[in-house]
């Protein structure tokens, strides 16, 4: 396809109010999370919800998600630091970034662990969510691992 074809055809969606609200649910089931409360973040979920942590791992709940986290930290929470929106056609696609704080297992503090989370909105209700941040990176370095 030519480059004039393709602008010819390409369309741009704009923000709307379906995005607004995909990024004000995301923002509640993040809140929410954090607490954590997943009773609460599941309010914000569709019945099909698929979650891909870092690492891989494979949830279907929220409740899942705060087991891991409890597992990994002492505690944690999330400075959130921006919100972009893709609109999409009947799905809008939704990035949170930011940085996470907390204490390691040990009871070690640690701030600045940078994080993305990105969600997929369908019809007022989170259906995926994929998680990536540097606490891997930030477990070797304790370790003594430069690679």
């Known amino acids: 396809m030519s480059p004039a074809t393709a602008q010819a ?6 923000a709307s109010d379906e995005t607004a609200e995909a990024a004000a649910i995301v923002e509640r089931f ?5 607490v954590p409360d997943p009773q609460t ?3 914000y979920i569709a019945e099909n919800l698929s979650i891909t942590f ?4 494979k949830y279907k709940h929220p409740s899942e998600t705060a087991a891991f ?7 944690v ?30 009871g070690t503090p640690f701030e600045g662990n940078r ?9 007022g209700k989170i259906v995926q969510m994929d ?7 930030r477990i070797l370095t304790m370790r003594g691992i430069v690679a």
């Open 41 to 43: 973040a599941a309010l």
């Open 77 to 106: 929470k999330k400075k959130m630091e921006r919100t972009d929106v893709v609109p999409g056609r009947g799905e809008t696609i939704v990035y949170n970034l930011g940085t996470l704080y907390g204490e390691w297992p040990d």
């Open 69 to 75: 986290n409890a597992g990994r930290y002492k505690w």
């Open 30 to 34: 993040l809140v929410a999370s954090m």
């Open 131 to 137: 998680v990536w941040n540097d606490s891997a990176e």
């Open 9 to 14: 055809t390409a369309q741009v969606l704009a």
């Open 115 to 123: 994080y993305v989370d990105r969600f997929v909105v369908k019809g």
């Open 54 to 57: 870092t690492g891989g791992r």
